[in-house]
């Protein structure tokens, strides 16, 4: 009996020690649950704003952004720098996204139920009490250093492309900066698909590629924005006149579907500033409205 009440008191004794080890164990558990949750109460705080922009805003925009978040604290921002056209697909395909700049009206208008014109029957992303022309643009033919052949002018590129001694660097069709160099062949007389054929022409997926093109002298010259060719510090040989391609307006607007819907009033608000269009004003753009 004795051995009995020995065994009995040792377990016990070890089955009180597993229980106040377990009941530990469960504190310790609590208390970094309780952690967690506080860690993740505070990123559900954080704000981040998503924002789709023309790859020709890529420097301005980011410059701009800084001065934002540093106004507003616990904010972030998440660009998405692409042609357009990539964008503009992006947001019809269900993309987050809570502000959208294009750098052409026909991919805004066709996300705008409504737009007047360009207008993709179905689409309806666009906050159109938001939109606003936020810049102007210029398009301008660029060529690489020391200018190999020596093209001077949107009139000699049209004489030596049509003569098929140059390779012309584009974007292509679905990109706003290739629809307004489709424009300029056009006002020339020149057939882009025969100069495609021949080998005269090298298509880039947005502004950036073609930028890249010229400054590796893949090409020989490109037509880009004149922000590109200043960011890129690109000779520029011509400046294409409203009568050669129309007018180079950026519009923007928050998403019908914005998750930080006042806060993409409030960052839009902010480009109007002095302190954003010092930004854009230093690669060339030209800001339309100013608050």
Not at 254 to 274: G, M, R, W, Y
């Amino acid at each position: 009996m004795k051995f009995e009440n020995s065994v009995s008191r040792r377990s016990f004794i070890v089955g009180a020690a597993g229980v106040a080890t377990l009941g530990l164990a469960a504190c310790g558990s609590n208390g970094a649950k309780k952690e967690d949750t506080s860690g993740g109460e505070k990123k559900a705080d954080a704000q981040t704003l998503i924002v789709f922009a023309a790859a020709s805003l890529t420097e301005s925009l980011t410059e701009a952004g800084e001065l934002f978040k540093n106004d507003n604290q616990g904010v972030d921002i998440s660009f998405n720098f692409d042609s357009s056209g990539t964008l503009k697909t992006q947001i019809e395909e269900g993309s987050d996204c809570d502000v959208f700049i294009s750098a052409g009206q026909k991919q805004m208008n066709q996300l705008d139920a409504n737009a007047k014109k360009d207008h993709d029957k179905d689409l309806d992303f666009i906050a159109s009490d938001t939109r606003f022309d936020i810049l102007e643009n210029k398009v301008t033919l660029c060529v690489p250093q020391d200018n190999p052949k020596a093209v001077q002018s949107f009139d000699d590129m049209a004489q030596k492309l049509g003569a098929g001694e140059i390779l012309l660097g584009m974007g292509n069709s679905d990109v706003p900066v290739g629809q307004y160099t489709q424009k300029i062949l056009k006002y020339y007389k020149l057939d882009e698909e025969a100069l495609a054929k021949e080998g005269h022409i090298s298509y880039g997926t947005n502004v950036k590629e073609v930028t890249t093109q010229v400054k590796e002298a893949s090409v020989d010259c490109g037509v880009i924005y004149k922000t590109d060719a200043t960011s890129a510090k690109l000779q520029m040989v011509g400046e294409a006149t409203e009568e050669m391609c129309g007018r180079v307006v950026y519009p923007a607007a928050a998403t019908k579907n914005a998750k930080q819907a006042d806060l993409a009033k409030k960052f839009l608000e902010f480009l109007k500033t002095s302190d954003a269009s010092a930004c854009f004003e230093k690669v060339g753009f030209t800001p339309l409205s100013k608050a």
